[in-house]
């Protein structure tokens, strides 16, 4: 039996975004949402991405790599 992936959209993932960021610090926003929109729909590719694991990478690597939500963690200090 093959499991069925509920996917998210584009909103959704923006406003988790920003609540994470009003309680962890960070700047809001997006450096292009055309960028993250295409991420969000390339993952229901089940021809790439066939398992869970597969579509997990996909994901973290490119919000990662391509920088597409502004994640600023406040660590060092200001000079």
Known sequence: MQLKFLYFNLRYAIKEHDFIIENSGGRHGTNNVGLLESVLEHIKNDWYYP????????????IN???LLRMVINVLPSF
Do not use: P, V
């Open 51 to 62: 398992n869970i694991e597969d579509k997990a990478t996909y994901l973290c690597y490119s």
């Open 65 to 67: 790599k391509t920088m």
